[in-house]
């Protein structure tokens, strides 16, 4: 009540400022018109005035006329302020709204990457323990000739490795949500890093060794760990997606780290390609293939611009290449896509 009561007496007091002012106006406008022109302003010249000319009776109306245009103005002038201050208050209250949905938003998030960091945890560990006794196992059944349980051994690995990058993706993804994904970039060489997620693949031991790589000495500044998570994801989708002859390629061009992975599968069309990167895509083919959840590109992507690289795809002459490029020490600057005819050559 104290607020209307409030709008109401500013609204008249508007009003009648307003219509004063205009009354006002029209009194002195013709005092000061009278002056001005030298005929004085008594009453003996403004009676004379008017006896010869009947027109100023009409002029004495303007104060008449001003007032009710002032009291006009007024009142389309209280409105406006009305609704200014209606809306400022509008404003205020949703900006507060705004602020305290801002404050939940943000605890959200933090108890999100809690949850993110103890899944990590309480994943993780116990896989990577089991990684290592079926790594175990395998080497020495291996060595005592049991060819089958080797396997089986080899396979329980492979599955553990597969589950292990999905949670990593899965990670990556959740961490990339909410905005607290870091990288702790050193330098390290392209080259090693191939090698080492090849050998950490999620695929068989016949399919790591089909893998054709052309390794040279190419230094970069990024994550280790993150750039072998890329890897390992455009290795797993060439394997999974591709066809028969996949080849990673390692060099520098132009002075920039550039990793090109390559298949002569049938490609993606066209028409998907700009949807490639996009999460839970999958590409290649128009059937979802298991143990995919189509996070891999997407996630090395993000992953690949995070560290100041950027990952992009080509399909020429039947090749399909995903070209990972890296920043290197006080330059990372890149200077486009390599022809997939000159990988090799």
């Keep these: 009540m104290a607020d209307v009561a409030h709008t109401m007496d500013r609204r008249r007091s508007l009003i009648l400022r307003w219509t004063l002012g205009g009354a006002l106006f029209g009194f002195l406008f013709p005092m000061v018109g009278w002056l001005l022109a030298g005929g004085g302003a008594s009453v003996d010249h403004i009676w004379s005035a008017h006896a010869s000319q009947s027109v100023m009776w009409i002029v004495d109306l303007a104060p008449i006329i001003l007032g009710l245009a002032g009291a006009l103005i007024g009142v389309e002038y209280a409105r406006v302020d009305e609704a200014w201050r209606a809306a400022d208050e509008k404003v205020k209250e949703q900006t507060a709204g705004l602020r305290e949905a801002n ?15 103890t899944v990590s945890h309480e994943v993780k560990t116990p896989l990577t323990v089991i990684l290592g006794f079926a790594d175990e196992i395998e080497a020495q059944l291996s060595a005592k000739g049991d060819a089958d349980l080797a396997e089986l051994a080899e396979l329980v690995g492979d599955q553990g490795r597969e589950i292990t990058n999905i949670i990593e993706d899965l990670l990556v993804a959740a961490r990339a949500d909410v905005g607290t994904m870091t990288v702790v970039p050193e330098l390290i060489d392209l080259g ?9 693949c999620a695929c068989s031991k016949d399919e790591r060794d089909a893998i054709s790589l052309y390794l040279e000495p190419a230094p970069a500044y990024a994550d280790p760990a993150r750039v072998r998570q890329i890897i390992r994801n455009l290795v797993t989708n060439a394997i999974r997606y591709g066809g028969p002859q996949v080849f990673a390629v390692v060099r520098t061009y132009d002075g920039v780290p550039t990793l090109c992975v390559c298949d002569d599968g049938q490609g993606i069309r066209e028409d998907e ?3 490639v990167f996009e999460a839970y895509q999958q590409g290649h083919t128009d059937t979802p293939v298991s143990g995919s959840v189509g996070l891999g590109l997407s996630v090395s992507r993000h992953l690949a611009r995070l560290m100041g690289g950027d ?3 080509t399909f020429e002459d039947g090749i399909s290449t995903f070209h990972l490029t890296l ?7 890149e200077e486009g896509l390599v022809p997939a005819a000159a990988l090799v050559s």
Excluded: H
């Excluded at 090693?192 to 950490?200: I, T």
């Excluded at 920043?327 to 600057?333: A, F, L």
């Design 273 to 275: 390609q700009p949807l």
């Design 311 to 313: 990952l992009e795809y």
């Design 327 to 333: 920043p290197i020490p006080e330059s990372t600057s």
């Design 192 to 200: 090693e890093q191939v090698k080492s997620a090849v050998r950490g």
């Design 103 to 117: 404050t939940k938003l943000e605890a959200l998030m933090r108890s999100k990457d809690q949850f993110v960091a």
